[in-house]
């Protein structure tokens, strides 16, 4: 059994994005008024009155700069929600924002994809269904991380490492 983790984005990382975001751009933060984005930092929805931005963030080329590895054309950033002050990160283990359909797609040790899958949460629990994606993913040697993103939007969730 392989044993992984779910990754927010980095402390170090945060204070980066929200100085200047992977597209070079300032920080704009809003107040949150209905509630429910998907927060990288701290792997949970926001709360209605949370101070937040939505930034532009490039998690394979983080990874890649802190690997070594040249992902090339693989290469893309797009938006993510962070709270726009420094938060304590996410309250719990297990797997952030499975309420919903996910893709999950694999990387090799280079940064190309490997593949992907969709994780159909109406067929079984969502943890489950996540742990054996999880499980499956990783069971190829070749694997080396694994992105979680929304179905509806593309958007990159969080990433899973082994341990």
């Given at each position: 059994?392989?044993?992984?983790?779910?990754?927010?984005?980095t402390h170090?990382?945060?204070?980066?994005?929200r100085?200047?975001?992977?597209?070079?751009?300032?920080?704009?933060?809003?107040?949150?008024?209905?509630?429910?984005?998907?927060?990288?930092?701290?792997?949970?929805?926001?709360?209605?009155?949370?101070?937040?931005?939505?930034?532009?963030?490039?998690?394979?080329?983080?990874?890649?700069?802190?690997?070594?590895?040249?992902?090339?054309?693989?290469?893309?950033?797009?938006?993510?929600?962070?709270?726009?002050?420094?938060?304590?990160?996410?309250?719990?283990?297990?797997?952030?924002f499975t309420?919903?359909?996910?893709?999950?797609?694999?990387?090799?040790?280079?940064?190309?994809?490997?593949?992907?899958?969709?994780?159909?949460?109406?067929?079984?629990?969502?943890?489950?269904?996540?742990?054996?994606?999880?499980?499956?993913?990783?069971?190829?040697?070749?694997?080396?991380?694994?992105?979680v993103?929304?179905?509806?939007?593309?958007?990159?969730?969080?990433?899973?490492?082994?341990?």
């Amino acid at each position: 059994m392989t044993t992984y983790v779910s990754r927010p984005i980095t402390h170090e990382v945060l204070k980066q994005l929200r100085s200047a975001d992977d597209a070079g751009r300032r920080m704009v933060p809003v107040l949150d008024e209905e509630g429910g984005a998907p927060l990288r930092c701290c792997l949970r929805h926001s709360e209605r009155g949370e101070r937040i931005a939505l930034v532009s963030y490039a998690p394979l080329r983080r990874w890649a700069a802190e690997t070594g590895a040249d992902p090339g054309a693989y290469d893309e950033q797009g938006p993510v929600f962070i709270h726009a002050e420094e938060c304590g990160g996410p309250a719990g283990q297990g797997h952030p924002f499975t309420g919903a359909h996910r893709t999950v797609r694999r990387y090799s040790a280079d940064g190309h994809i490997l593949g992907g899958r969709l994780v159909d949460v109406a067929s079984t629990t969502g943890a489950t269904a996540f742990d054996q994606a999880f499980e499956e993913a990783f069971a190829d040697p070749e694997v080396a991380l694994v992105h979680v993103r929304a179905v509806e939007y593309g958007c990159f969730l969080y990433e899973v490492r082994r341990r």
